[in-house]
């Protein structure tokens, strides 16, 4: 795998700032739904914590600054619970399916549309390099191995490929557009294609990433894979990292990782 752009937040300031604005707009707390009797209840439980919380200093001569922090709890709490439900939410909405020949077609610019992403951390070799064509995704999609996430009008906005490596699955390739980063579309792909795998009876799962990379190797663990040791790397893995070397994408540190099938599934 090239290039993965799965899912990650976007790069630049200004890009951070459209998502957090758009965010605010949408409503910091738009999935607690609380009404008129809900926001009475959370303003009068900040008012009592910041009342206790004063009372308290003030019988043990402490600080003024405890019954603020005491009054922002209840608020920080059904941030926090707001924010996973949403999260939980639109990875819900998201719909994916086996790709169809249709498909094919767009996925090689969804494959190039992370490159601008490997552009910013001076990664042009990445990004220079061009997706494959098209007919490069149909062994896969005739085996039942390339599924697509679409939007509402189940156009692909994302891919997960996955080829058989050592007699094991191996996501091969990952994509999703930038424009679409946020709703966790990587997650929920990965997310399917290993229940495929649990269900075919693999007891593992394989691809190769970038270490240090962001929305590569860190991304990935963070999904529950692991960093699998060179020495246990099968005959065609190894084949795979030698191709990668002698392509010259070693000269930022690259690896393998592996994910258990025998356990829960992908965290999204």
Same mark, same amino acid.
Not at 100 to 124: H, N, W, Y
Not at 140 to 151: G, I, T
Not at 237 to 252: D, N, P
């Given at each position: 795998?090239? $290039? ?9 300031? @200004? ?8 965010? %605010?707009?949408? @409503? ?12 009475? !209840? ?23 600054? =405890? ?6 709890? /209840?608020? @920080? !709490? ?10 939980? %939410? ?24 992370? #490159?601008? !992403? ?5 990664? #042009?070799?990445? !990004? #220079?390099?061009?997706? /494959? ?9 005739? +085996? ?7 939007? *509402?009008? #189940?156009?692909?906005? @994302? ?7 050592? &007699?094991? /699955? ?16 990587? *997650?929920?792909?990965? +997310?399917?294609?290993?229940?495929? &795998? ?5 007891? $593992? ?12 190797? /860190? ?33 930022? =540190? $690259?690896?393998?990782?592996? %994910? ?9």
């Amino acid at each position: 795998m090239k $290039r993965g752009y799965a899912d990650y937040e976007p790069l630049t300031p @200004g890009r951070r700032a459209v998502t957090s604005i758009d965010r %605010l707009r949408r @409503g910091p707390f738009r999935t607690a739904q609380l009404n008129l009797v809900g926001w009475s !209840a959370l303003l009068a439980s900040c008012l009592a914590a910041w009342l206790l919380t004063r009372y308290a200093m003030q019988h043990l001569s402490g600080p003024g600054w =405890p019954p603020w922090c005491a009054a922002a709890l /209840p608020l @920080g !709490a059904v941030f926090v619970i707001d924010r996973r439900r949403d999260k939980a %939410l639109r990875a819900k909405q998201i719909r994916v399916r086996l790709a169809e020949p249709t498909d094919l077609e767009a996925l090689p610019a969804i494959e190039k549309s992370g #490159d601008v !992403a490997f552009r910013e951390v001076g990664m #042009d070799l990445v !990004a #220079d390099s061009e997706p /494959p064509d098209q007919t490069a995704y149909l062994p896969a999609c005739a +085996a039942r191995r390339l599924w697509v996430a679409c939007d *509402a009008h #189940d156009e692909p906005i @994302g891919f997960v490929r996955v080829e058989l490596v050592d &007699a094991l /699955p191996h996501v091969e390739q990952v994509s999703v557009l930038p424009s679409q980063a946020g709703r966790h579309t990587g *997650a929920v792909l990965l +997310a399917h294609a290993a229940d495929w &795998a649990r269900g075919a009876g693999y007891p $593992r799962m394989t691809l190769r990433t970038f270490t240090e990379v962001p929305w590569n190797g /860190p991304y990935y663990e963070r999904l529950g894979w692991r960093v699998l040791p060179e020495a246990d790397y099968g005959p065609q893995l190894q084949a795979l990292a030698e191709h990668e070397r002698a392509f010259g994408l070693t000269r930022w =540190p $690259r690896q393998a990782m592996v %994910l258990d099938l025998t356990g829960p599934g992908v965290i999204y």
